[in-house]
């Protein structure tokens, strides 16, 4: 249970929303249940909750510090305070979320139409939205022949233009793992927006737009830095290593462009509040205490930290190793990976918190939702060249050699004999 109000306010529209949901699976029809329980889901955890926390101005921690980054960086050309004096004036992100912020530092707060158009969490789901829809794959409900887009929207309950990929990712948006955060604070959801846009764009071999996806990713939160690694190594495995190295060269530059600015402009501030406060060695305590491993250890003293230092590191070697010997070779495989990096990152970090974990379970969960092909294969591409050379490599078994069994004589058919020639008869003489 959560002793923060916008849990509780979110918790209880959301409870009246999901049983509103479960009661249309159970009196509509079954063709249109599925449909229906999600849009009331939908209505109930998201759109409710969200219009009246923003309308309220309800929210977590995070939002007031996005919101002040975006008025800092306007003003002052940074975003980050020189001394903090109080664990609310720090900005634990790096200059890209301030970008966020900035809707508020233009509209202001005065009336409900300002304080809507100018809230942080809009435009955080809204980036978020946007990564999915473009990473979902573009094709559509196919239509048998005989039949029109009436009937199949008639029978069906929706549209067959519409992606049959929408109604899972939804589902997954109206669940409390993606609705929650919405709600009430919105600041991991376009790093993960980015991140599964940027592995899905790898998986169809476009690396220039998957590496300016990293980079946003990147100039948002470091905890995005992972993803490279993962993005190139999809990429050298499956469209070869010119197109690995212009998505390295493109994430690398894009997120230099963002964040050198900042960095140069306040370097001492952003070296604080970024890396020492989040791993719990800055001069305000981080206020991320949840009972993780890494945390536990870190509060055994000095030696602990260094502890839970070295297994993370030892965590990332692990995953950087099977990164070469074993490269993902689709976009879900690849997800797989960052989940698991990821999730021994937060687990074993000195200082976490278990919402931290909703970015690689949704890793985990989106590509499952979306039909990705298992092998995707493109026209002179190298992926096609890797495949055909992975099959030739597998070895050949042949079959075993089997002992000869004695069999039985078969019977012969007579052979017709040709009639004797009949010896001349000798006539007596007479």
Not at 60 to 86: D, K, M
Not at 211 to 224: F, I, P, R, S
Not at 386 to 409: G, N, V
């Amino acid at each position: 249970m959560s002793g923060l109000g916008p849990h509780r306010s979110w918790g209880l529209c959301a409870a009246a929303g999901y049983l509103a949901a479960a009661v249309a699976v159970l009196v509509l029809p079954r063709r249109r249940a599925p449909a229906a329980s999600v849009a009331v889901a939908l209505l109930g955890a998201v759109l409710v909750p969200l219009l009246l926390l923003v309308v309220g101005g309800q929210g977590q921690s995070e939002v007031t510090v996005i919101e002040r980054s975006g008025a800092l960086l306007l003003r002052h050309g940074t975003p980050y305070l020189a001394e903090p004096r109080t664990v609310a004036e720090v900005t634990p992100y790096l200059p890209g979320t301030a970008l966020f912020g900035l809707p508020r530092a233009l509209f202001g707060a005065d009336g409900w139409p300002a304080r809507v158009a100018g809230d942080a969490r809009l435009w955080c789901a809204a980036a978020f939205l946007g990564c999915l829809a473009a990473a979902l794959p573009t094709r559509h409900r196919p239509v048998r022949p005989g039949r029109t887009a009436r009937s199949v929207a008639v029978r069906t309950g929706a549209l067959p233009a519409v992606p049959f990929a929408v109604l899972p990712v939804a589902a997954l948006v109206a669940s409390p793992v993606v609705a929650l955060p919405l709600c009430v604070s919105g600041v991991d959801l376009p790093l993960t927006g980015l991140c599964v846009l940027a592995l899905a764009l790898a998986g169809r071999a476009r690396p220039v737009a998957a590496g300016w996806a990293l980079a946003l990713a990147c100039a948002l939160k470091w905890t995005a830095w992972p993803a490279v690694a993962v993005v190139v190594a999809l990429l050298a495995a499956t469209a070869g290593r010119r197109a690995a190295l212009r998505a390295a060269v493109t994430a690398t530059a894009g997120a230099a462009a963002l964040v050198l600015p900042s960095a140069l402009r306040s370097p001492g501030p952003l070296l604080q509040q970024v890396f020492a406060f989040p791993t719990g060695r800055g001069d305000l305590p981080t206020p991320a205490g949840s009972p993780l491993p890494g945390r536990l250890l870190a509060d055994l003293g000095p030696a602990g930290w260094y502890a839970a230092v070295i297994l993370l590191l030892l965590a990332g070697v692990a995953v950087a190793r099977s990164l070469l010997l074993h490269p993902p070779l689709d976009t879900r495989a690849a997800c797989d990976r960052l989940a698991v990096g990821l999730a021994l990152a937060f687990l074993l970090a000195p200082a976490g918190r278990f919402g931290y974990l909703a970015l690689p379970a949704l890793l985990a969960l989106l590509p499952r939702l979306t039909p990705l092909p298992r092998f995707p294969r493109f026209p002179g591409s190298a992926t096609t060249r890797f495949a055909r050379i992975s099959r030739a490599s597998r070895p050949t078994l042949l079959p075993r050699p089997q002992t000869p069994q004695p069999q039985a004589p078969r019977p012969q058919a007579p052979q017709p004999q040709a009639p004797r020639p009949h010896a001349p008869q000798v006539v007596p003489a007479p």
